[in-house]
């Protein structure tokens, strides 16, 4: 019996001693997007598409309210003028208009970020690709943001410059 423990114990010493030697190594790596996106011809078109677009809903959202103030002053003018009837119905006017610019203001943010995640998908994609094409021809296991949650490491290398590289960018 007592053999039979010793071979035991010395088998998941041989077990153990050689698990441990068969680890893989782990790279790691570490890039910056913001550095890359501001090197990025795409990002600045991104950039401008999103202005663009945000100055139209603005445009839009100002027209509403010139429309809420025109209502109001004409009303505000000739409110003591008007029969019960005309002046509920120019309030109903108004205030539908108050509700429509509320509304409009709410989906536009919505839909602002709706197209800022739509263009960026794009430009993050490519970069997913360039990082997964450099850890594969570096040997890297994982590879962080930098500018992200990694709480320990003792090493890491950064991978920005050769993401430059390989997209081109200055």
């Known amino acids: 019996m007592k053999k039979t423990f010793q071979v035991l114990v010395v088998a998941a010493l041989c077990l153990f001693a050689t698990g441990a030697f068969a680890q893989k190594t782990i790279k790691l790596g570490h890039f910056n997007s913001s550095e890359l996106m501001k090197r990025m011809p795409e990002a600045d ?16 959202l100002k027209a509403m309210q010139t429309e809420y103030t025109r209502l109001t002053q ?10 019960d009837l005309l002046r509920a119905n120019k309030e109903n006017e108004i205030r539908g208009v108050l509700e429509r610019m509320e509304m409009f203001q709410q989906n536009a943010q919505v839909d602002l970020s709706n197209k800022q995640n739509e263009l960026f998908t794009v430009v993050i994609d490519k970069i997913k ?21 990694l709480w320990y490491s003792e090493d890491s290398e950064d991978i920005t410059p050769l993401l430059v590289k390989k997209m081109g960018l200055k």
Request: hydrophobic share 40%; charged share 30%; net charge negative.
């Open 74 to 83: 004409e009303y505000e003018a000739k409110k003591d003028q008007l029969t």
């Open 129 to 149: 690709a360039v990082v997964a094409e450099i850890a594969k021809e570096n040997k890297f296991t994982y590879i962080f943001e930098s500018n992200g949650i």
């Open 45 to 60: 078109s991104v950039q401008n598409v999103l202005k663009d677009y945000a100055a139209e809903l603005e445009a839009e």
